[in-house]
Each structure stands twice: as C-alpha cells, then as structure tokens.
C-alpha cells in the first residue's frame, strides 16, 4: 500500500466554475496517491483462492441446478418426458413451464432506468420456444454431477413453427429503423449522397462483423435462497441493484425484499447481468424449498448469455484533394431479436470522429430468431470503428497520404454532430507520441513490398472513441470513526478492472486519510444509490458520489467543530481534508483534526451519505476517451498464417487515476481487439439457429502466445469537468484495434478484409 502520500492543497480558481459542470477541485490539487500505482487491494484474496464467487457461496442443504435447452429455434413443446430424470439417483426437483411458480416477464433494459431484463419473454410460463438453447427444463440434485446425468434423461419433442435463422431471410422480411435507448439511430447533416459523387477521391465499401459470444474466466452463476419471503442471490453481475429491482418486479416483490450480493466477478464485458438462469433459479430454490446453485456450463453460457451480433456496414467517404473530408456516410444493420433493446449503434464512434461537410448515418435492424443479443465490451464502437478506420486507410491510399496525416487533418474543432465543444481532446498529442514512440516513419507505404524471408511485413494504425458517461443515481456512504478510518459504501462493482482498489485511492485522497484507512464496500443491493459497472462509467459515476458524500462529510464536521475550532466561521466551500483534518484551503495554518472535532462532540463516527451532482457535463461538452492504435504484424506469405508482432496504444482518456490497473484494463482491451480482428467468430448454423461452436476449443479467443509485446501510453491530461477529471477506460482498448490489425494486413500483403475476423482462408 502507498502511506501517507497526501496532496498539497490548491484553491480553484474563481472563474474555473462553469455552468453544467462543476470542475472537481481535486483538478487543481498536487496529487499523491492518484496517479501512483497501486496494486489491486483484492488481488491477494484472489490468488490465493479466497475470494468466494458467487457460484462457490456456501449454504446448508445446497441443490444443484441443471439446464435442459430447447434444441429447435421456434415453435411449441409438444412433449417433455421427465419421468427418467425425475427418478433418477439424487433428483429433487425438476421444473418446467408446466410446474414453475407464476413469474412476470422481466422489465426490459432500457424500458426505466432501473431495467435490466435482457428481453420482455416471460421465463418458462408456457409451451413456446423463442430461440435454439431456451431453457425448457431444471434439475436439482443433491450434487452437481447427479443433476448434470439427470439432465440427460429429459427428453422434449416439439411442434416446429417456421423461423428466421439466416441473415438473407432476416434481410428479406425487411429492416426497421435502429433505436438506442429510445434515440434512433440516424443523423444527416448535408446531402453526403450528393457530396460524395462529387468527391475527386472516394472510397465506398461494405465491412461485416460476426457474432461474437462472451467468455469471461468466471462462467455465470448464482447461489440463491428464499429467507422466508426474502430473496437473497449471490450473483455475478454488474447492476445489483437494478438486477433486484428487475427480480423484485418478476416475483411481485417490493424491492427491499430482493438482496443482491456480488462482491466478486470474473469478468463481465457486459454479459454478467440478468439471463434467465438467475429467475429460474430462485423459482426453482421457492419450489424446492432449498437454496439453489445454478452454476452455467461453458455451452450454457453460449445458449442462454447473450452476445454481440453481427454487422453489415457501408462506409463511404468523400475526401477533396488536398485530402478534406466532405462526406461520410456509414449505414448498415445489426441482426436483432423480436424481444430485446441492443442493436448494436456502430455509428455512435463515426459522430465524433472526424470533421465534414456532411454526414448520413444510420443503423437499421433485421430480425433473427436467436438468443437476445447484448453489450460486448464497446457495443457500437468496436465493430463500427472497424469499418470507418478501414475505410480512412482505404482513403489514404487512394489519395496518396499518410493515414496519421489524413486523421490529423481531419481532426474537427468541435463536435461535427453536435456543435458542443469538446470538453477534453488531445487526440493528436496521442497520435504524434504514438507515432515517434513506435516508428510509425519507418512504415513502407507500397503495400506487401516488405519482406523477411517468407513472412510479409505491415504496419496499420487506427483511431478509437469511447463517450464518456456518467449515469444518474449513483451514491455513496461515508463512515468516519474517531481513531481516523473510514468506511466507504458504494453499490458498485468489482470485475476485476481494480474499482476496488481505484475507489480507496479516490476516498482516501478525498479524505485526507492514508489508503490502509479506508474500507470499500461495494457489491450488495442494500448500499443506497446504483451504480452499473458499465458505459465506461463506473468510475466516473463512484467519483461523483464520493465528491458528495465527502463534502456532506465536511459541512457536518464543521457544524459540529462550533465556535471553540480553528475552523469557525467557515463555509465547506473553503475548506478541504488532508492528513486527517480539515484544513482552511488557503490557510493551512488554519486546522482541525477529525479526531479533535469528533472528541469534542463526543462522537465516535459520523456518517454522510449524499446522491452524486446530476451528469449535466455531459449536456454542455462533447465527452470521449480517445486512443491512436499502432501494429506490426507478419503474415506468412506460404500459409497466410498472421501474427501481430507488437502494438502500441496511445491513449487519451483524462488523468489516469491508477495507472498500474489502467494498464490492465488497456491491455485487456487490446488483447480482446486482436481476438475480434483475427479469431473470434460465433459459428451460428443458419438451417437451424444452433450455436456450433459453444466452447472455447472451438471458439478462439487470443491465448499467450498470440498476444505480442504491448505497449500502453497515455496523455494524463485532466479534463476539467469530469469528477476527478479522469474519463472511461474499460472501452476504449478494444475500439479500434481491429481495424489497426486489418489496416497492418493491408500493409503487408496488399489484401483488403473487410469480413471479420482475418483467417488465413481469407489471405490465400
Ligand atoms: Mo460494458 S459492454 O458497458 O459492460
């Protein structure tokens, strides 16, 4: 742990406020603790094996669940034999849609903001079969290998209704205009059709991007119980608190009856929410009467765990020939199903990416019988910066320009959709310090002209953007005892991307207390306030909350500090904390310890709990995190094989509050970029919607020895008006990195692929 590392304090200066944003004093502070790497406070637990997931919390008399899937795509159960499984060694239960409690659909995400279902189907009430891999059945057992046989024995025949299972027939029954959480999906600027004929350079091409299933290490699962008329799930997730509002909702429960507990998850990327195993589950748990442990297979998660659909894009850009862009036009679809809210906005990265005359952007959804798409780490943002990056270095060799220079000489002033001023862009700074750091000058422009031996040498580079978000309702608790610790309660998440530990360094820097004071609580629905770890925004939305409950903590302090304290007369306007005291911020002379104020009033802790300022910075500037991505890689020029040599990224996403976890969470990002550039794909059988690839033999994602050297830089330029002034990171590392890899490709060997993922089927 970093001790006792505290910050001078700085006033702001009195024209640094601005309407819509209230600029963080931290902003103008000598920093200590933020920006100094620390190590993740839970990863001792965790390699030691102590951390309890929620699929390994123990309870008496534990059943353990199974799942039967539907194996057509759509139409009715005309039979479902139980008998076998019912009798077999160790069964407890077996529930279908014929036995199952009376359940309401869950509420779908988006339909309030406390919505989390992943679609409005109702769960197991009746006969109908919606996609290939619905759960038609569970098993409990009195172990897990005994419901896993028993599983087996159901045998389910069905009445087979006509399906859409192909793309072309998804297409032909005819696209619907996109909308993204109730926006649609569509902005014209100009008339970019007529700009781009006009065009004395222009590229205009279509780029596909597959499905692609979520595989984080930690499988998804649940440990449930009913404590009398309480529901308590130890769940993986990363909305608590909306996930028990959305279950309180399914068991017509008011909400405190619905205590979500999730202080650990092994990876989420936007899958580890609400499925269905989670309401059969607790259904199954009421029936039983028995806690549940429904822990989901590998194959489980890809039948019933959502993940990011596929994309058709057209990306067409008109250029002037100096190289000015005057028209891009990106429009396309995403396969959908009829009962979720996630249609993939891949054109959310083409709003802000660069400057034009005009603009046509649009995404339209088909419909496919499957399982509910969802988030995927940058939904929208990975797959449609695919595109549009491919299609500028498409440009840029049409023109004859380097594509760092053509990004360069695009780069707008303001918002091109908007008009609102960016609040903090540094993109070029991170273009030209990526571009000298790894040898971009060094790069042969005539592509598959570079060769050692028989491996063809490229390099590509692209641009990401991630919005900065910070979501409304997030909360935070304050405990300040008089021996100077503190607790900190938020209802947020750990996935192992180090909020933890982030969240101690901002409370403890807040505070003024050293880091081995501070106590996080997180992961627990019954915390006030939501935070949903996702958006990017966990972090962001945890400042806010801290900011205010910390200065709720010091206007207590002083009311109780009274007129005998060094502090009298004081506002909390002027006054901030630092080594265990509040200080007068322009006259540190001017003090008095937490210790002192509390023992006078004879307390032994104070508690300030305190709702974040509304997001309005979001209403007044353009907010992103930005990145430049370089690669080299090799393809041999016999077997097509390709390995990516090395990438650099470089990025720009505000003050980097822990850099030895951000440095993770890039690396992380980037590493899942080369899986979707180069390997991963959902082999999903149009004849009959099943999933073919259901495990991670078969579905490659990238392992050690695919992953090159990584290099990670970052601007650390504050933005002034964020909370901390640090924007979102766990986005932006994957955005853009696909197309860095396909333009490197390019380079090498002279082909264009514009059908995700780069095999080497694609390059003979
Ligand atoms: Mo993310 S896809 O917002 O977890």
Known sequence: LVQGAMSKLVPLAPDSWIPGGVPDPLIARKHGLIGTPVSRLDGPLKVQGRARFSAEVDAADIAYAALVHAAVPRGRIATLDTAAARAAPGVILVMTHENAPRMNAPALFGSSPTAVGPADLPVMQDDRIHWNGQPIAIVLAETQEQADHARSLVVATYSIEPSITSLKAAKDAGPKP????????????????????????????????????????????????????????????????????????????????????????????????????QIIGAAAAKLAGRPVRIALSREGVYRIVGGRTLTEQRVAIGAQADGCFTSIIHSGIAAMTPHNNMPEPFILGTKVGYGADSFKLSVETVEMDMVANTF??????????????????????????????????????????????????????????????????????????????????????????YPYYRMPGAAARITLTRNGTATVEIAAHEMGMG??????????????????????????????????????????????????????????????????????????????????????????????????????????????????????????????????????????????????????????????????????????????????????????????????????????????????????????????????????????????????????????????????????????
């Open 178 to 277: 996109g909308l993204f959480m109730g926006e649609p999906l569509l902005t014209q600027i100009g008339d970019a059709e007529a700009f781009l004929s006009a065009a004395p350079y222009k590229i205009d091409h279509l780029y596909r991007t597959p499905r692609h299933n979520h595989n984080p290490i930690e499988l998804h699962g649940a440990t449930i119980w009913w404590d009398g008329d309480t529901l308590v799930i130890h769940d993986a997730t990363q909305m608590v608190t909306a996930q028990g509002l959305t279950i309180a909702g399914v068991f017509d429960l008011k909400p405190e009856q619905v205590h979500i507990l999730s202080p650990y998850v092994g990876g989420g990327f936007g899958s580890k929410g609400l499925w269905v195993h």
């Open 376 to 465: 995927m780490r940058a939904p929208g943002e990975a797959v449609g910066t695919f595109a549009l990056e491919c299609a500028i270095d498409e440009l840029a060799a049409e023109i004859g320009m380097d594509p760092v220079d053509l990004r360069i000489l695009n780069e707008p002033v303001k918002d091109p959709i908007s008009g609102l001023p960016f609040s903090s862009r540094h993109i070029v700074e991170a273009w030209r310090r990526g571009a000298e750091r790894f040898g971009w000058s060094e790069r042969i422009t005539t592509p598959g002209t570079r060769r050692e031996g028989e491996w063809l040498i490229g390099m590509g580079c692209a641009t990401g953007t």
């Open 499 to 764: 909020t933890s530990t982030t969240t101690a360094i901002v409370a403890a820097e807040r505070l003024g207390l050293p880091m081995d004071k501070i106590d996080v609580r997180y992961g627990d629905s019954t915390i006030p306030g939501a935070i949903m770890a996702g958006g990017s925004q966990q972090t962001a939305a945890i400042g806010g909350a801290v900011i205010a409950a910390h200065n709720a903590l010091v206007a207590q302090l002083l009311k109780m500090a009274g007129n005998d304290s060094p502090l009298a007369g004081l506002t909390s306007a002027e006054v901030g904390s630092e080594d265990g005291a509040l200080v007068k911020l322009d006259d540190p002379t001017r003090r008095e310890s937490y210790a002192s104020i509390l023992n006078r009033a004879q307390m032994d802790s104070i508690v300030a709990s305190e709702e974040a300022s509304q997001p309005l910075e979001m209403m007044h500037w353009s907010m992103h995190s930005h990145s430049a991505i370089f690669c080299e890689i090799a393809v041999n020029s016999i077997t097509a094989e390709t390995r990516v040599r090395r990438i650099l990224g470089s990025f720009d996403c505000g003050r980097i509050l822990n850099p030895k976890t951000a440095r993770s969470q890039f690396r992380g990002g980037m590493i899942m970029g080369l899986g979707m550039a180069l390997m991963e794909e959902t082999q999903f059988d149009e004849r009959n919607g099943r999933i073919m690839n259901p495990s991670l033999s078969e579905y490659h994602i990238p392992v050690h020895l695919d992953v090159p050297d990584i290099d990670v830089i970052w601007t650390d330029i504050a933005d002034p008006h964020t909370p901390m002034g640090a924007h979102g990171i766990g986005e932006i590392g994957i955005t853009g990195t696909a197309a860095a890899v396909a333009n490197a490709v390019y380079n090498a060997t002279g082909k264009r692929v514009r059908d995700l993922p780069i095999t080497l089927d694609k390059l003979l």
